[in-house]
T-cell receptor
Framework: DAMVIQNPRYQVTQFGKPVTLSCSQT?????MYWYQQKSSQAPKLLFH???????NEADTPDNFQSRRPNTSFCFLDIRSPGLGDAAMYLC??????????????FGPGTRLTVT | SQQGEEDPQALSIQEGENATMNCSYK?????LQWYRQNSGRGLVHLIL?????REKHSGRLRVTLDTSKKSSSLLITASRAADTASYFC????????????FGPGTSLSVIP
């Protein structure tokens, strides 16, 4: 089945130790998103790719970086995680559509713990 | 700035009852979407309603959209324990149509 896969599902890292979260998709969608979601809050968009075009949200900290080497894969790098970065990180995809925005397909998320 | 606001924040009902959640937004939209999130999981798309539509159905779900009031409602009929989840509305992040902004969500508990 076509899907969005996130690895790992749970990640524990130390304060200040770089960490990379990965996302892959078999949907062949050209738009990919990274969201941060803290407990009992709405998902907050960090950035998104429209094909290779990177779009950073104005309030996304510089500590967060992303790479999209090809259509199928996207990575979230947190250069120096702080305690406040502990959250669920959600990857999503959507197809291009004349009638934007189109529905998004989410992965199961990676829960990041910072010790 | 937040586009969508859900109401109520939390809702608890008995199995078999109907559940209604509301969403209000601020700017004009192309479409409005509703998503469900089970505890600790990713979001699942439920329904998309376009700005020129007033009502849409999908199984036990009924969504209405009133663009004059900038509001939408999600009705779940004959609720089941498995409907227990958080429900989010999502609207255009105008002027960008490549992304959406999620409202704070309604937490629904369906008691068996």
């Amino acid at each position: 089945d076509a899907m969005v896969i996130q690895n790992p599902r749970y990640q524990v890292t130390q304060f200040g130790k770089p960490v990379t979260l990965s996302c892959s998709q078999t949907l062949n969608h050209n738009v990919m998103y990274w969201y941060q979601q803290k407990s009992s809050q709405a998902p907050k968009l960090l950035f998104h790719y429209y094909d290779k075009d990177f779009n950073n949200e104005a309030d996304t900290p510089d500590n967060f970086q992303s790479r999209r080497p090809n259509t199928s894969f996207c990575f979230l790098d947190i250069r120096s995680p702080g305690l406040g970065d502990a959250a669920m990180y959600l990857c999503a995809t959507s197809r291009d559509s004349v009638e934007r925005p189109y529905e998004q397909y989410f992965g199961p998320g990676t829960r990041l713990t910072v010790t | 700035s937040q586009q969508g606001e859900e109401d109520p924040q939390a809702l608890s009902i008995q199995e078999g009852e109907n559940a209604t959640m509301n969403c209000s937004y601020k700017t004009s939209i192309n479409n409005l979407q509703w998503y469900r999130q089970n505890s600790g999981r990713g979001l699942v798309h439920l329904i998309l309603i376009r700005s020129n539509e007033r009502e849409k159905h999908s199984g036990r779900l009924r969504v209405t959209l009133d663009t004059s009031k900038k509001s939408s409602s999600l009705l779940i009929t004959a609720s089941r324990a498995a409907d227990t989840a958080s429900y989010f509305c999502a609207t255009d992040a105008y002027p960008s149509y490549d992304k959406v902004i999620f409202g704070p969500g309604t937490s629904l508990s369906v008691i068996p």
